[in-house]
């Protein structure tokens, strides 16, 4: 038995094909994989840019004029505003700030006070810049005040995007880490491994220097700070051994939230698979049959590519708490894959019913992201997830050449969303932004009847 689940582990093993920029100085450390990140924010977009907004006042906030001289001044103290939300946890946790065509440098502190260091007061600052991301010990650039530091062209400020900026404190294991995206590790592209014993403490504040807030379009705060990266694989815990645990390549549902959890327990029974004579019957009718012609339809009718085209079979209904019906098989001729594409800001689990199913993950819904960050494979049995604020922007792509590929797929909003955006926003075929509203090809009943017409299946069935 153990053989055939560390031969399941590795055949669930992902690829990082993105690598950090800043070489850690140390050794990074091992978690076991019960430790969880953070999936909820603390503090809900965009209340507290609004906040921010409030406690900055209007002949306080830097001109354009000042902007320029700030970008000039050696040793620069920039006047800092704070927002009402603080770190749950003093000196621990992420601060992530979608920043809209930001036209100058910004820095963003946790400071041990909600009133300003003055460039005196030690605190925590990053400076995002056009040519290089500086952590700070104070506010102001001078080479005492600078803990680390990168000028790689893919960490720097982006004045003609909108891309998420977060700084992560982690007092227990003393590190401070920058990134782009999501939050996590694999996104990480600048870390300083604060020398034992000087992390600061009591670090609780949020403040920022911006040019000017309405740049600022979603903070978002998290209480663990970003450690180790939580893998897309989830397995039965009654799989998992101490190999599993080591190597950190899986997770448990447990691991995961709630959401996640309640949609788990759904369809990831023993009895929750595609019957072969099913398969069949669908294998052969994407091949030449009634579903084949439908996805040919459906390419005229979405003006797309064929091999960008899916089947999507819903199972029961719409109960609220989804965008569209939350379950719903997916089948994935060979060579056929999705857009890039995001859910929602929803949960999701999915589980491989047939073939096997590619995912590459992308750090944003981004015309100017196409370059993935992880890249991992399902096969028949695997199960991965996705939350809002983690592995929410991917592709799917059935690489077979042989067999097609079934998902079913289920969707849940988080409990605290007052929204229920019902999209999937997606990058189209021009590389731009679009959304679609999730809907019903065939419910499951209309798909069995189709290949029961089709002669492919038992009448019975
Ligand atoms: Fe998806």
Not at 286 to 315: M, N, P, W
Request: hydrophobic share 35%; charged share 20%; with cysteine.
């Amino acid at each position: 038995m153990p053989i055939a689940i560390v031969s399941l582990a590795s055949l669930l093993g992902c690829l990082i094909v993105t690598t950090m920029l800043a070489t850690p100085t140390k050794t990074a450390p091992r978690y076991t994989v019960y430790r969880t990140p953070a999936f909820r924010s603390v503090a809900a977009e965009p209340s507290h840019a609004k906040l921010l907004l409030k406690s900055m006042p209007p002949a306080a906030a830097p001109s354009a004029n000042n902007i320029v001289m700030m970008n000039n001044k050696p040793n620069e103290v920039m006047p800092e505003y704070y927002i009402s939300a603080s770190l749950p946890v003093a000196s621990q946790g992420v601060v992530r700030i979608k920043m809209t065509n930001p036209m100058s440098k910004f820095r963003i502190y946790i400071n041990s006070k909600s009133e300003s260091s003055a460039g005196v007061t030690p605190l925590y600052c990053l400076e995002v810049n056009e040519t290089s991301v500086i952590l700070l010990n104070h506010n102001n650039d001078a080479l005492t005040s600078v803990l680390a530091s990168t000028s790689d062209r893919k960490a720097v400020r982006e004045k003609n995007n909108d891309v998420y900026y977060w700084l992560s404190l982690d007092k227990k294991n003393s590190v401070l880490k920058y990134g782009k995206g999501e939050a996590t590790q694999a996104l990480t592209l600048l870390r300083y491994d604060v020398p034992v014993g000087a992390f600061l403490p009591d670090l609780k504040y949020v403040g920022l220097s911006v040019s000017d807030t309405k740049i600022m379009t979603k903070v978002l705060i998290y209480e663990l700070p970003v450690t180790f990266q939580l893998p897309p694989n989830v397995i039965s815990s009654d799989l998992v051994t101490l190999d599993d645990i080591e190597n950190g390549l899986i997770t448990t549902i447990g691991n995961l939230p709630t959401e996640c959890q309640m949609l788990y327990s759904v369809v990831a029974g023993p009895n929750v698979v595609l019957q072969n004579d099913i398969a069949t019957a669908i294998q052969l009718s994407l091949k030449s049959g009634e579903l084949s012609k439908f996805l040919v339809k459906k390419a005229q009718d979405h003006k797309c590519k064929l091999t960008e085209t899916y089947i999507r079979v819903t199972l029961g209904m719409d109960q609220g708490y989804s965008p569209g019906i939350p379950f719903v098989l997916e089948l994935w001729p060979t060579g056929h894959n999705s857009p890039i594409h995001q859910h929602s800001g929803a949960f999701a689990v999915i589980k491989v019913l047939h073939g096997s199913i590619n995912c590459t993950y992308y750090s944003d819904l981004n015309p100017a992201i196409t370059t993935p960050y992880l890249d991992c494979n399902f096969p028949t049995g695997g199960v991965t997830y996705l939350t809002p604020s983690l592995y929410q922007t991917h592709m799917l792509k059935n690489k077979s050449t042989t067999d097609f590929c079934a998902t079913i797929q289920c969707y849940r909003y988080a409990s605290d969303d007052t929204t229920h955006y019902e999209y999937f926003d997606y990058l189209d075929d021009n590389n731009k932004r679009s959304r679609f509203a999730p809907s019903t090809d065939f419910t499951y009943t209309e798909l069995k009847n189709l290949l029961k017409k089709e002669g492919l299946l038992k009448k019975m069935k």
